[in-house]
């Protein structure tokens, strides 16, 4: 099947830096991918869809200036947590589906896991 | 909304066959039922799908009620490495871009 990879699988970062998570299309084109958090024990929470060519849109108390969002290439969208704070410390997981063609599923990343100390 | 209700947790022993159950009695005539499944500190994996009649691969199958209110996902000889959180989700039928609704989801404990 298709192959979704995330990057980096995990980082600890400091109170007020920025982390920069990327998700990449291995073998197909994606005109939208999907970015979710998990916190622990928790189910996945949709935070926005990443549209290639144009503003990601972001679900209701996502903080856009916050979680910015980057979809440049038809493989590849970014995921940059500006001033991170300890409470964004979660699991995030990307999704995509092939651009072309009829596709049923979605292809999910392995996830990065960010801790903010 | 997830527009599905699942149990929270169930556990099945080694080689005996997983029935998970699903509602989801608000479904609409051109949403498919869905399932994933998460293994710890993993992305979900897709499993299956299905609109009305049942479907069969090679990880699962998929019982649909007739009035498609309800589902069950059959794993036929669970393993220890089946043991996750599945997901049951609704969702329509050109979802080749939409966004996926997760629910609570069933955390399935297989067995020795």
């Known amino acids: 099947g298709a192959v979704v990879s995330q990057h980096p699988s995990r980082v600890i970062c400091k109170s007020g830096t920025s982390v920069k998570i990327e998700c990449r299309s291995l073998?197909?084109?994606?005109?939208?991918m999907f970015w979710y958090r998990q916190f622990p024990k928790k189910s996945l929470m949709l935070m926005a869809t990443s549209n290639e060519g144009s503003k990601a849109t972001y679900e209701q108390g996502v903080e856009k200036d916050k979680f910015l969002i980057n979809h440049a290439s038809l493989t590849l969208s970014t995921l940059t947590v500006t001033s991170a704070h300890p409470e964004d410390s979660s699991f995030y997981i990307c999704?995509?589906?092939?651009?072309?063609?009829?596709?049923?599923?979605?292809?999910f990343g392995p996830g990065t896991r960010l801790t903010v100390t | 909304d997830a527009k599905t209700t699942q149990p929270t947790s169930m556990d099945c022993a080694e080689g005996r066959a997983a029935n998970l159950p699903c509602n989801h009695s608000t479904i609409s005539g051109n949403e498919y039922v869905y399932w994933y499944r998460q293994i710890h500190s993993q992305g979900p994996q897709y499993i299956i799908h299905g609109l009305k009649n049942n479907e069969t691969n090679e990880m699962a199958s998929l019982i649909i009620t007739e009035d498609r209110k309800s589902s069950t996902l059959i794993l036929p000889h669970a393993t220890l490495r089946d043991t996750a959180v599945y997901y049951c989700?609704?969702?329509?039928?050109?979802?080749?871009?939409?966004?996926?609704?997760f629910g609570g989801g069933t955390r399935l404990m297989v067995k020795p």
């Open positions: 989700i609704v969702n329509l039928i050109n979802n080749a871009g939409n966004m996926l609704t």
């Open positions: 073998d197909f084109q994606a005109t939208t």
């Open positions: 999704s995509a589906s092939p651009a072309a063609g009829v596709s049923y599923e979605q292809y």
